[in-house]
C-alpha cells in the first residue's frame, strides 16, 4: 500500500458521498426534484435561536454561548463576511439538493435534540444508510490543511455534537473548497472522548444559567489574542453581566423550528 493512500485511509478518506455526487450532476439530471428541493429547503423557518445551546456550537468558548442563549446581539459581520456566509448558505443547499434529487441523501435540514440538557440542532443532511452528513466551504488553505490531516478540530467538536444528540456512531464531512470547486470527503466515527467533553460542557452551561452566571473569559481573550479576534461578542465580553444581559435581551422563544 502506498504512503499516500494509507494515510487517506487512517484520515477517515472517503468517496462515498463524493463519487455519488458527480455521477449526478454529469447527467442526466432530475431538474423537477431539484426544483421542489429547493423550494422546500428555501421554505423552512428560521428557529430563535435563543433559550437553547446549539449542536454547532459544541467545542467554542461557553461564555460566547452564553451570550448566544440569552440573545444578545452581536458584532455584525462586514460587506465581505456577509457574502462568504451567503456563499456557504448557497453551497449546502446546492449539495442538499443534488442529494436528495439523486437519492443519496434521505433528508436534509434534520432537527436533533437533548430536551434536557436544552441541547437543539439541524444537520445538514442524512444521507441513504442513516449517517448524518455535514458540508462545509472552505478556502485554498484551509482545504490543504484537511486534506493533509483530516476534519479541522473545531468542526469535529461540532458533529460530536449532533453525534451526542442523535445517538449517530459516526458522520460524513464534506468540505468544498471555494477558489477550485475540489470535494474532499471524510468518515468520522464516534469519539467517546470528545462526546464525555460535550456532554460535560452542557451541563456546565445548565449549572451556569440556573445561577445566572457567566462563566469565565478564555485567557487568551483576556490577552485579546486567539478566538477573540473573530469572536461576534469581543468588545462586551469583559464587562458583560449575566442578569443585565438577561434583563435586556432575553425574549421566549416564538419558533418551532430547530434550524442550526
Known amino acids: 500500500m502506498k504512503f499516500g493512500e494509507a494515510m487517506r485511509i487512517a484520515q477517515g478518506q472517503t468517496d462515498w458521498i463524493r463519487s455519488r455526487y458527480n455521477e449526478y450532476i454529469q447527467g442526466p439530471r432530475d431538474v423537477e426534484a431539484e426544483q421542489q428541493h429547493a423550494v422546500r429547503l428555501l421554505g423552512l423557518p428560521e428557529r430563535d435561536r435563543t433559550k437553547s445551546w446549539a449542536a454547532s456550537g459544541s467545542g467554542k468558548c461557553l461564555r460566547q454561548r452564553q451570550f ?3 440573545g444578545m446581539p452581536g458584532k455584525r459581520p462586514d460587506d465581505h463576511a456577509a457574502n462568504i456566509f451567503l456563499n456557504g448558505t448557497w453551497v449546502h443547499i446546492r449539495h442538499q439538493v443534488v442529494g436528495l434529487s439523486a437519492g443519496y441523501l434521505k433528508d436534509a435540514e434534520v432537527p436533533v435534540a437533548v430536551e434536557f440538557l436544552n441541547l437543539k440542532g439541524t444537520m445538514d443532511a442524512i444521507d441513504a444508510t442513516g449517517t448524518p452528513v455535514e458540508y462545509k466551504s472552505i478556502n485554498m488553505n484551509g482545504y490543504m ?4 490531516f483530516g476534519v479541522r478540530k ?11 444528540a442523535g445517538e449517530f456512531e459516526s458522520v460524513r464531512v464534506v468540505y468544498e473548497n471555494k477558489n477550485t470547486n475540489d470535494l474532499a470527503e471524510f468518515h468520522v466515527q464516534r469519539d ?3 462526546i464525555n467533553v460535550v456532554r460535560s460542557h452542557l451541563y456546565t452551561l445548565e449549572w451556569a ?3 445566572k452566571q457567566l462563566l469565565p473569559m478564555l485567557p487568551e481573550c483576556q490577552e485579546k489574542k486567539g478566538q477573540y479576534r473573530w469572536c461576534p461578542f469581543a468588545s462586551q ?3 458583560a453581566s449575566y442578569l443585565e444581559i438577561e434583563e435586556k435581551y432575553a425574549t421566549p422563544a416564538t419558533s418551532s423550528s430547530v434550524s442550526d
Open 68 to 70: 448566544a442563549y440569552l
Open 145 to 148: 490543511e484537511v486534506k493533509q
Open 154 to 164: 473545531e468542526h469535529n467538536h461540532q458533529i460530536h455534537g449532533y453525534m451526542f
Open 192 to 194: 467517546e472522548d470528545l
Open 209 to 211: 444559567k440556573d445561577v
Open 237 to 239: 465580553c469583559a464587562t
